[in-house]
Every structure is written in structure tokens, then in C-alpha cells.
């Protein structure tokens, strides 16, 4: 006899009927359609690796269930799939429940990893077993530089323009939700004016003055996961140098300050946050090509004179402090490398000011960060890309993502997704915030952040724009383009429903003019 979930999962009730056709099932029949009740996707060669892989105590299955599907919608199937293989008198024999055991302890354990945090899948996202799109806003700050660590989280200043950050992180989150998007960006050490904590000589000592940090961003993603909301935290900026930008400079010059802050701040945070599911992910730089001296280096990795003339380099102007690409690749790398090794769980990426940091040349392949960090960390890779777009003299260049006819046109990005970062209806050449989040979705991208959420400053939109652009992604699931936009982060499986192809919209005279040929480099 098998129990099976009663229909108001409120308790197991005994399965007379379904014993009978479950015996007559061979045992890989049953497993495989356990996997799709769970959104699983598997091969033979996944369940002859598993059958193989040896047996396993039902004490240790329990355990391992308890602890990696708390929560979630997908306990039901998953804690009836190991009723059949514990209880199933068809499969009688100690060897045999053992062996179902250990094929849906590797294949649950996939499918668990891959629902919980969002993930890749070639140039898209993916969430609970489903094609996402990250639909969002930026939030970069409430006070610049200071809204974290030591208890400034909850702080209040009535001076200041935002005097609460908490509420202001909060609303932003609320008002993304109940305007059907899904993601924010926000900034975190900045410059280092706050966190991380540096000594007299620039070495990095701890996370923050009181070591709240990491409960101060516990508490902001709770909520955050609550209204079903990724946060993706960028650690440093490199497109203002202000007083306190030597302490970034030191970290990128100096190899052993640059080891202090990884151990002492970086792989605590990571360590601290790696469960968190609305964490959707790290970015370890906002606009690197800021700071960036543009110089001619005989390895094509470094070189960066073909950024003449293009405005890169541009906070450097401010202060004389210009840092070279093998220096920046190194920073970038050992960072990505070390979230790796404390937080599997969470993808890390870096914001390009255009398409000429990400696009039309890639400054960040694997194979430039690697050479970067001497090849001693290989794991310090992007996993997807992100570009920032604003016009200039009132229109976007010709390989701008809102003017290429397609993602895939950048081809040195792919095989990942690609998210335009900032962008905003003020400074988009005449192009409406709902034609530039609709041309993100249906264009092969795989989320679009528009800046920002306060409003105010160069180049941003009012908050009710951006909120007119979420509304108009909402209820988007076509599974063949953009995916999914009602994310669930309470649950196995997202809000979108079946997932059936929408048409797409027809695009706006923006975007009519004849096929362009592929980016050169």
C-alpha cells in the first residue's frame, strides 16, 4: 500500500488503487515519471549513473529531504516519489528500494539545486524548472555608499534625502511586486565609505564596524522573498572616484589587500547570504570601464586602445587614477572566484557602461580573466552578461541592444544571457519605456533593468515610469522568448501558468529599419 497526500495537504492518506498500476510499471518507468511530476528533465544516462552509484541509508534520504526541500512546493511529489521506493511492495527486495533510493536521491537533487536559486540555461534564465525574465529596476542607492553595515540599515537620518533606508528598499520592493516585476539591483560597499571596514593601510579587517551586514541583507532578501523579488547586490562602483576610491584602487593594485578584503569581508558575506533565495545574484563591478586606462598592450586581453575617443576612462578624469585592464581582470576574477568557492548557489556577473565593454568586444571572456589571475582561478568567470545603453546626442549608436536586431548579434556573448542593466525612457532617443522593456523580452535578452527607481539625477526616469514599463511585462510567458515573469520564490513552481507562445508585439517604428549586418569587431 502506498500513502499518497491527501488533496488540502493537511496529512498522507492511504493510496488503495495506485499500488496496483504502480507494480506493473518497470522501476526506471516509475522514476521517470516521478522527474516530470517534479519538472525534471533526464536521460538514460542519468538513471544508469544513479542505479550504479551504490545504496544509500533511509535515514540519510529523510535527512537530505527535510533539509534541501523545506518549503517548497515540490515536497509533495518528492516525499511521495520515496514513499514508492520505501513502501512499494513490487519492489520487495532490500537491494531494489535501495536502489530506487539512490536514483531519485540524484535526480531530485538536480532538480532541488535548479528550482531553488536561478540559474542559466544558454542565453536565458531559469527559475523552478521554467525560462524567466529578469523584469526590474534599479535602486542603486538611498544614501550613497551608506546604506549598509553597523546598523545603517535600519538607521534614521532626518537630514538626509532618504532618510530611512530600509523603508526606501522596501517600498522599492513592494512597488516592483504590486507592478508585476520581479528584480532590483542595488549597490553595496560602493567606494568603501561604510563596508567593508579598512585598516590605516588599506587592508580589509572585517564586513562592517558591528558585523551586521550580512543579518542587515538577511533581513532586506527575506522581504525581498516574500514579494517573490530577485536582488542582485553590486559591490563596487567604477564610474565616480570619490574620496574614498583610493581604498578600490589599493584593492586592485595590491595583491595581499585585495587577499584581506576576500578572506575578512567577501567570503563571509558570500558564506553568510548562499541560502538566501531571493538573492538572485553578484556583480562584482558597476562600470569597471570608468576607471580604466586606455592604453595599448600587445595581448589583445589588455589592450584597450581601440576605447579611444569613447569616453571610457571617464571618473579617472576626475582624479588622474586610471587602472589597467590586466589589474581590473585580476580584481574581477579573484572576487568571482571566491563567491564560487563558499556560494555554488548564486551567479556572478559584471555592469558594462555600453556595448563597447560587452558587445561589440568582450573585455570580459574567460579566458582574458583567467589569464588575469595567472590561471589559479578558473572558476572566476562571468556567468552572464550586462551592459548599460543611454543615448548620446539624442540617439543610440548603431549596436546599441535597443538598436541590433537581435541579443545573438553580439556573438563574443554567446552561449549566456545578457541583460541590459540601465537604460531609461529620458535618455532613449525618443523610444518609450514600453517599447524598451518589450524589445528586451522578445529580443533574445535575458532581463532588463531600468534606472532608477528614486528618480532624479542624469539620465533617470520618474518612478511611475519605470513602473508603467513593469506593467507592461507582467503577465509575459512565452516560453520561447522572453519566459516567465511571475516568479515564485515561496514555492517549486512559478506563477505564469501553462507557458503557451504569445505572440509578440509588433515592434514600434524604432525598430523597423532593414536587418543590419552581425557586430564587427
Same mark, same amino acid.
Given at each position: ?18 499500488? +496496483?498500476?504502480?507494480?506493473? #510499471?518497470?522501476?526506471?518507468? %516509475?522514476? $521517470? /515519471? @516521478?522527474?516530470?511530476? *517534479? ?53 520487495? +527486495?532490500?537491494?531494489?528500494? #535501495?536502489?530506487?533510493?539512490? %536514483?531519485? $536521491? /540524484? @535526480?531530485?537533487?538536480? *532538480? ?410
Amino acid at each position: 500500500m502506498i500513502l499518497s497526500w491527501h488533496h488540502d495537504h493537511s496529512h498522507f492518506e492511504p493510496c488503495l488503487h495506485c499500488t +496496483t498500476q504502480l507494480c506493473r #510499471m518497470p522501476l526506471v518507468s %516509475v522514476i $521517470l /515519471a @516521478l522527474a516530470h511530476s *517534479a519538472s525534471v528533465s533526464i536521460s538514460g544516462q542519468n538513471i544508469r549513473s544513479a542505479v550504479y552509484s551504490g545504496t544509500l541509508l533511509v535515514p540519510v534520504v529523510f535527512r537530505w529531504l527535510s533539509l534541501k526541500v523545506e518549503n517548497s512546493d515540490t515536497w509533495h511529489s518528492l516525499a511521495h516519489g520515496v514513499q514508492i521506493a520505501l513502501l512499494n511492495g513490487c519492489y520487495s +527486495t532490500y537491494r531494489m528500494k #535501495m536502489l530506487s533510493i539512490a %536514483v531519485l $536521491l /540524484a @535526480l531530485l537533487s538536480a *532538480a532541488v539545486q535548479g528550482q531553488t536559486y536561478l540559474s542559466t540555461d544558454g542565453q536565458h534564465f531559469n527559475l523552478n524548472g521554467q525560462r524567466v525574465f529578469l523584469s526590474g529596476v534599479n535602486m542603486a542607492w538611498c544614501r550613497y555608499g551608506s546604506d549598509f553595515g553597523g546598523g545603517l540599515y535600519y538607521s534614521y537620518k532626518s537630514s538626509s534625502s532618504c532618510p530611512s533606508s530600509k523603508s526606501k528598499y522596501e517600498q522599492a520592493i513592494q512597488d516592483i511586486a504590486n507592478n508585476g516585476g520581479n528584480s532590483l539591483r542595488i549597490w553595496l560597499h560602493v567606494e568603501g565609505q561604510e563596508t567593508p571596514v579598512f585598516s590605516y593601510w588599506g587592508s580589509v579587517t572585517q564586513t562592517d564596524a558591528t558585523d551586521q551586514l550580512v543579518n542587515e541583507l538577511k533581513d532586506m532578501l527575506g522581504f525581498a522573498k516574500r514579494h517573490n523579488v530577485l536582488v542582485f547586490l553590486v559591490l563596487w562602483n567604477g564610474a565616480h572616484h570619490g574620496n574614498n576610491f583610493w581604498k578600490v584602487r589599493d584593492l586592485v593594485w595590491d595583491d595581499l589587500k585585495l587577499r584581506t578584503y576576500v578572506d575578512e569581508a567577501l567570503k563571509p558575506l558570500a558564506l553568510g547570504l548562499k541560502d538566501e533565495r531571493a538573492l538572485g545574484g553578484w556583480e562584482i563591478m558597476n562600470e569597471p570601464e570608468g576607471s580604466l586606462s586606455v592604453q595599448y598592450d600587445s595581448d589583445p586581453c589588455y589592450n584597450t586602445d581601440f576605447l579611444a575617443g569613447s569616453g571610457a576612462g571617464w571618473a579617472g578624469d576626475a582624479d588622474g587614477t586610471y587602472l589597467p585592464m590586466n589589474r581590473m581582470l585580476r580584481f574581477i576574477n579573484r572576487q568571482i572566484a571566491a563567491i564560487k568557492e563558499v556560494d555554488p548557489n548564486h551567479l556572478v556577473t559584471v555592469g558594462s557602461w555600453s556595448e563597447k565593454g560587452q558587445g561589440i568586444r568582450n573585455l570580459y571572456t574567460d579566458d582574458c580573466l583567467q589569464k588575469a589571475g595567472d590561471y589559479s582561478y578558473r572558476a572566476g568567470v562571468l556567468d552572464f552578461y550586462q551592459m548599460h545603453t543611454y543615448t548620446k546626442s539624442g540617439s543610440y549608436g548603431s549596436q546599441s541592444p535597443f538598436r541590433v536586431d537581435h541579443a545573438r548579434d553580439y556573438t563574443d556573448l554567446s552561449g549566456r544571457p545578457v541583460v541590459i542593466g540601465e537604460f531609461s525612457q529620458i535618455r532613449g532617443g525618443g523610444m518609450g519605456i514600453t517599447d524598451q522593456f518589450n524589445r528586451a523580452y522578445y529580443y533574445g535578452y535575458g532581463g532588463a533593468w531600468s534606472w532608477h527607481y528614486s528618480g532624479g539625477g542624469d539620465g533617470s526616469d520618474s518612478t511611475a515610469t519605470q513602473m508603467t514599463g513593469l506593467r507592461w511585462l507582467q503577465n509575459k510567458n512565452d516560453q520561447n522568448k522572453g519566459g516567465c515573469v511571475k516568479i515564485n520564490l515561496n514555492g517549486g513552481t512559478n506563477r505564469c501558468g501553462g507557458g503557451q507562445r504569445a505572440r509578440a508585439r509588433r515592434p514600434g517604428r524604432s525598430f523597423s529599419s532593414p536587418r543590419r549586418p552581425r557586430l564587427m569587431n
